[in-house]
């Protein structure tokens, strides 16, 4: 699908404000409500908006602590990148899994209430999985940009 400039337009109000009415939203990119929806249902139907969701605070719901963790696999088979995707698809603490290039094989975002809940998570969870052969872990101390709105490109 070729995006214009209003499809970008409603594209970027809806990543900042996923409430919005169509109302509202038709007002802001100078349409009337019916074409304004059908330009939506139409992103929706091609798949480029794929889901509508609240962000959430972290430290406002009890997770304080935000850690990269670069994986390094036993090996480099597909069966054994399989396994660990599936495995790590299981914990609810990972909400990102990567796969990379680099010294390590995959980087994976984690929430952890405390120091003590991420330990658990490392070593309970993530090194028990068999297809980890090594693991590094950066604690985020904090974050100055972490935008949740992708610039669209013409």
Sequence with gaps: MKLDQIDRKVLEILQSNAKITNAQLSKEIG??????????????????????????????VGLGVTTFIQV????????????????????????????????????????????ASYQRLLLERINEIEEVASTQTMVILSTFKESKVLPIPY
């Design 31 to 60: 349409l009337s409500p019916a074409p304004t929806l059908e330009r939506v249902k139409k992103l929706e139907q091609h798949n480029i908006i794929k889901s509508y969701h609240a962000q959430l605070d972290r430290e406002n």
């Design 72 to 115: 390094t696999l036993t090996g480099h088979k597909k069966d054994v990148t399989d396994m660990f995707v599936r495995k790590i698809n299981e914990v609810a603490e990972i909400i990102e899994c990567h796969h990379i290039t680099g010294s390590g094989d995959f980087l994976l975002k984690a929430i952890s209430k405390d120091i």
